[in-house]
Protein backbone atom coordinates (compact mmCIF):
# COMPACT_ATOMS: atom_id res chain seq x y z
CA UNK A 1 0.00 0.00 0.00
CA UNK A 2 1.12 3.50 -0.50
CA UNK A 3 -0.15 7.09 -0.02
CA UNK A 4 -2.76 7.23 -3.14
CA UNK A 5 -1.77 4.00 -4.43
CA UNK A 6 -2.18 0.05 -3.27
CA UNK A 7 -0.83 -3.72 -3.87
CA UNK A 8 -2.00 -7.51 -4.30
CA UNK A 9 -1.31 -10.50 -5.46
CA UNK A 10 -2.05 -14.86 -5.83
CA UNK A 11 0.60 -17.13 -7.35
CA UNK A 12 4.35 -18.83 -5.75
CA UNK A 13 4.96 -18.43 -2.73
CA UNK A 14 8.44 -17.52 -1.39
CA UNK A 15 10.13 -17.80 2.32
CA UNK A 16 12.53 -15.20 4.25
CA UNK A 17 13.85 -16.27 7.53
CA UNK A 18 11.52 -15.57 12.17
CA UNK A 19 7.76 -16.05 13.98
CA UNK A 20 5.49 -14.96 16.77
CA UNK A 21 2.11 -14.28 17.07
CA UNK A 22 -1.05 -11.99 18.91
CA UNK A 23 -4.62 -10.19 17.00
CA UNK A 24 -8.20 -6.62 16.32
CA UNK A 25 -11.43 -5.71 17.68
CA UNK A 26 -13.99 -2.91 16.77
CA UNK A 27 -15.86 -0.24 18.59
CA UNK A 28 -18.80 -2.27 20.48
CA UNK A 29 -17.55 -6.13 18.93
CA UNK A 30 -17.87 -8.94 20.96
CA UNK A 31 -14.12 -10.70 21.87
CA UNK A 32 -15.54 -14.04 21.96
CA UNK A 33 -17.03 -13.40 18.56
CA UNK A 34 -13.61 -13.26 16.89
CA UNK A 35 -12.04 -15.97 17.91
CA UNK A 36 -9.23 -16.98 16.67
CA UNK A 37 -10.65 -16.68 13.21
CA UNK A 38 -8.42 -14.45 10.95
CA UNK A 39 -9.55 -10.92 9.60
CA UNK A 40 -9.76 -9.44 6.69
CA UNK A 41 -10.06 -4.92 7.01
CA UNK A 42 -10.41 -3.07 3.74
CA UNK A 43 -8.93 0.42 4.48
CA UNK A 44 -11.34 2.67 2.54
CA UNK A 45 -11.57 6.48 2.65
CA UNK A 46 -16.00 7.17 2.17
CA UNK A 47 -16.24 7.90 -1.67
CA UNK A 48 -17.27 11.74 -1.41
CA UNK A 49 -16.92 13.83 -4.62
CA UNK A 50 -13.18 15.83 -4.92
CA UNK A 51 -11.94 13.28 -1.93
CA UNK A 52 -11.11 10.31 -4.03
CA UNK A 53 -9.48 9.21 -6.64
CA UNK A 54 -8.12 12.55 -8.02
CA UNK A 55 -5.45 11.45 -9.73
CA UNK A 56 -8.35 10.48 -12.23
CA UNK A 57 -9.25 13.45 -12.76
CA UNK A 58 -9.32 14.29 -15.29
CA UNK A 59 -10.65 12.50 -17.47
CA UNK A 60 -12.93 11.54 -14.54
CA UNK A 61 -15.33 14.34 -13.15
CA UNK A 62 -15.36 13.97 -9.51
CA UNK A 63 -19.14 12.72 -9.11
CA UNK A 64 -17.54 10.04 -11.54
CA UNK A 65 -14.31 9.23 -9.65
CA UNK A 66 -16.39 8.84 -6.21
CA UNK A 67 -19.20 6.70 -8.22
CA UNK A 68 -15.94 4.81 -9.40
CA UNK A 69 -14.63 4.19 -5.88
CA UNK A 70 -17.78 3.34 -4.63
CA UNK A 71 -18.50 0.46 -7.34
CA UNK A 72 -14.70 -0.89 -6.79
CA UNK A 73 -15.42 -1.20 -2.82
CA UNK A 74 -19.08 -2.97 -3.12
CA UNK A 75 -16.92 -5.50 -5.46
CA UNK A 76 -14.29 -5.55 -2.76
CA UNK A 77 -16.33 -6.08 -0.08
CA UNK A 78 -18.78 -8.87 -2.23
CA UNK A 79 -15.13 -10.62 -3.08
CA UNK A 80 -14.05 -10.98 0.87
CA UNK A 81 -17.50 -11.48 2.22
CA UNK A 82 -16.84 -15.10 0.27
CA UNK A 83 -14.12 -15.76 2.04
CA UNK A 84 -15.95 -18.19 4.55
CA UNK A 85 -13.22 -18.87 6.34
CA UNK A 86 -12.27 -14.86 7.48
CA UNK A 87 -13.91 -12.17 9.24
CA UNK A 88 -13.94 -8.70 7.81
CA UNK A 89 -14.07 -5.26 8.31
CA UNK A 90 -13.35 -1.90 7.35
CA UNK A 91 -10.53 0.68 7.91
CA UNK A 92 -13.04 3.97 7.65
CA UNK A 93 -11.39 7.50 6.84
CA UNK A 94 -13.15 10.18 7.98
CA UNK A 95 -13.73 9.54 11.25
CA UNK A 96 -17.27 11.37 10.13
CA UNK A 97 -18.29 8.56 7.61
CA UNK A 98 -18.96 6.08 9.97
CA UNK A 99 -22.31 6.07 10.20
CA UNK A 100 -22.69 6.47 6.00
CA UNK A 101 -20.41 3.29 5.98
CA UNK A 102 -22.55 1.25 8.69
CA UNK A 103 -25.84 1.76 6.32
CA UNK A 104 -23.87 0.66 3.37
CA UNK A 105 -21.82 -2.30 5.28
CA UNK A 106 -24.03 -3.31 7.99
CA UNK A 107 -22.61 -6.77 8.35
CA UNK A 108 -19.08 -5.08 8.64
CA UNK A 109 -17.45 -4.36 11.57
CA UNK A 110 -15.90 -1.08 11.76
CA UNK A 111 -12.64 0.39 12.67
CA UNK A 112 -11.27 4.55 12.50
CA UNK A 113 -8.34 4.65 10.96
CA UNK A 114 -7.41 7.44 13.37
CA UNK A 115 -4.52 9.80 13.07
CA UNK A 116 -1.25 10.21 11.57
CA UNK A 117 0.23 9.06 8.44
CA UNK A 118 -0.73 6.00 6.38
CA UNK A 119 1.84 3.94 7.83
CA UNK A 120 -0.02 5.08 11.84
CA UNK A 121 -3.04 3.63 11.03
CA UNK A 122 -2.16 0.75 9.62
CA UNK A 123 -0.41 0.06 12.06
CA UNK A 124 -2.99 0.58 14.87
CA UNK A 125 -5.44 -1.51 12.91
CA UNK A 126 -3.29 -4.14 12.37
CA UNK A 127 -2.42 -3.95 16.50
CA UNK A 128 -6.15 -3.88 17.84
CA UNK A 129 -7.07 -6.57 15.31
CA UNK A 130 -4.03 -9.13 16.58
CA UNK A 131 -4.50 -7.67 20.54
CA UNK A 132 -8.39 -9.12 20.20
CA UNK A 133 -6.88 -12.23 19.42
CA UNK A 134 -7.78 -12.46 15.42
CA UNK A 135 -5.27 -15.49 14.68
CA UNK A 136 -3.75 -12.83 11.99
CA UNK A 137 -4.78 -9.59 10.38
CA UNK A 138 -5.18 -8.58 6.29
CA UNK A 139 -4.88 -5.04 5.42
CA UNK A 140 -6.27 -4.74 1.50
CA UNK A 141 -6.50 -1.62 -0.18
CA UNK A 142 -10.20 -0.37 -1.42
CA UNK A 143 -9.64 -0.29 -5.34
CA UNK A 144 -9.03 -3.92 -6.36
CA UNK A 145 -10.98 -4.50 -9.24
CA UNK A 146 -9.05 -8.15 -10.37
CA UNK A 147 -8.85 -9.51 -7.09
CA UNK A 148 -8.29 -13.11 -7.59
CA UNK A 149 -11.13 -14.70 -6.04
CA UNK A 150 -10.43 -16.09 -2.81
CA UNK A 151 -6.87 -14.54 -2.41
CA UNK A 152 -7.36 -13.41 0.71
CA UNK A 153 -8.07 -16.86 1.94
CA UNK A 154 -4.94 -17.63 -0.03
CA UNK A 155 -3.06 -15.13 2.48
CA UNK A 156 -4.49 -15.90 5.64
CA UNK A 157 -3.29 -19.86 4.96
CA UNK A 158 0.39 -18.47 3.91
CA UNK A 159 0.23 -16.92 7.66
CA UNK A 160 -1.38 -20.08 8.91
CA UNK A 161 1.32 -22.37 7.66
CA UNK A 162 3.92 -20.35 9.54
CA UNK A 163 4.36 -17.55 7.56
CA UNK A 164 4.90 -14.01 9.75
CA UNK A 165 4.04 -11.71 6.65
CA UNK A 166 2.29 -11.82 3.83
CA UNK A 167 2.35 -9.40 0.94
CA UNK A 168 0.84 -9.04 -2.55
CA UNK A 169 2.40 -6.35 -4.30
CA UNK A 170 0.69 -3.72 -6.85
CA UNK A 171 1.94 -2.40 -10.36
CA UNK A 172 3.26 0.81 -9.06
CA UNK A 173 5.75 -0.83 -6.45
CA UNK A 174 3.78 -0.93 -3.63
CA UNK A 175 1.47 -3.36 -2.36
CA UNK A 176 -2.28 -4.30 -2.47
CA UNK A 177 -2.57 -6.50 0.60
CA UNK A 178 -0.31 -6.83 3.50
CA UNK A 179 -1.45 -10.06 6.25
CA UNK A 180 0.59 -10.13 9.72
CA UNK A 181 0.13 -13.03 12.22
CA UNK A 182 2.22 -10.65 14.91
CA UNK A 183 2.39 -7.00 15.59
CA UNK A 184 5.24 -5.41 13.48
CA UNK A 185 5.79 -1.56 13.94
CA UNK A 186 9.01 -1.21 12.27
CA UNK A 187 7.32 -2.51 8.22
CA UNK A 188 5.00 0.94 8.51
CA UNK A 189 7.17 3.61 10.33
CA UNK A 190 8.64 6.33 8.40
CA UNK A 191 7.94 4.18 5.13
CA UNK A 192 8.43 6.59 1.73
CA UNK A 193 4.12 5.98 1.09
CA UNK A 194 4.45 8.35 -2.20
CA UNK A 195 7.50 6.52 -3.52
CA UNK A 196 7.52 3.14 -5.96
CA UNK A 197 9.99 1.72 -3.07
CA UNK A 198 7.81 0.67 -0.54
CA UNK A 199 7.14 -2.93 -1.56
CA UNK A 200 10.78 -3.42 -1.88
CA UNK A 201 11.90 -1.55 1.55
CA UNK A 202 9.23 -3.80 3.46
CA UNK A 203 10.84 -6.55 2.21
CA UNK A 204 14.36 -5.23 2.91
CA UNK A 205 13.22 -4.55 6.51
CA UNK A 206 11.37 -7.45 7.08
CA UNK A 207 14.67 -9.47 6.02
CA UNK A 208 16.15 -7.82 8.37
CA UNK A 209 14.04 -8.35 11.24
CA UNK A 210 14.12 -11.97 10.30
CA UNK A 211 10.72 -12.27 9.64
CA UNK A 212 9.36 -15.43 7.47
CA UNK A 213 7.51 -13.61 4.07
CA UNK A 214 5.04 -14.85 1.96
CA UNK A 215 4.90 -13.37 -1.59
CA UNK A 216 2.14 -13.89 -3.78
CA UNK A 217 1.45 -12.46 -7.34
CA UNK A 218 0.64 -8.63 -8.12
CA UNK A 219 -2.47 -7.84 -8.90
CA UNK A 220 -3.17 -3.91 -10.03
CA UNK A 221 -5.07 -1.53 -8.60
CA UNK A 222 -7.14 1.60 -10.24
CA UNK A 223 -5.20 4.76 -9.54
CA UNK A 224 -4.17 7.12 -12.69
CA UNK A 225 -5.55 7.32 -16.14
CA UNK A 226 -3.19 4.43 -17.29
CA UNK A 227 -4.81 2.18 -14.90
CA UNK A 228 -8.64 3.39 -15.52
CA UNK A 229 -7.80 2.98 -19.58
CA UNK A 230 -6.84 -0.58 -18.71
CA UNK A 231 -9.90 -1.21 -16.26
CA UNK A 232 -12.14 -0.20 -19.28
CA UNK A 233 -10.88 -2.93 -21.42
CA UNK A 234 -10.62 -5.82 -18.76
CA UNK A 235 -13.21 -8.47 -19.87
CA UNK A 236 -13.86 -9.86 -16.73
CA UNK A 237 -14.73 -7.03 -14.38
CA UNK A 238 -17.19 -7.58 -11.17
CA UNK A 239 -20.73 -6.52 -11.32
CA UNK A 240 -20.88 -3.36 -10.27
CA UNK A 241 -17.85 -2.17 -11.59
CA UNK A 242 -18.84 -3.87 -14.87
CA UNK A 243 -21.75 -1.40 -14.21
CA UNK A 244 -19.74 1.63 -13.76
CA UNK A 245 -17.79 1.28 -16.84
CA UNK A 246 -20.90 0.71 -19.05
CA UNK A 247 -22.08 3.88 -17.84
CA UNK A 248 -19.00 5.71 -18.76
CA UNK A 249 -18.79 4.25 -22.16
CA UNK A 250 -22.72 5.88 -22.26
CA UNK A 251 -21.37 8.75 -21.46
CA UNK A 252 -22.91 8.31 -17.85
CA UNK A 253 -20.12 7.60 -15.95
Request: charged share 25%.
Amino acid sequence: MSSGRSVLSSGPLTYGPGLGATPLASEGSDPNRSGLHPLAVVVAKWPEPGRVKTRLCPPLSPDGAARLAMALLLDLADAVRRCRDLEWGIAYAPEAAREAFARRFPDAALFPQGEGDLGERMDRVVSRGLEAGHRSVLLLGGDLPALPEGLPSQAAGVLLRGADLVLSPSTDGGYSLIGLSRPCPELFARMPWSGPEVLSETLRRAESLGLRTGLLAPVPDCDTPDDLARLIEHRALPRHTAEWVKRYRLGKG
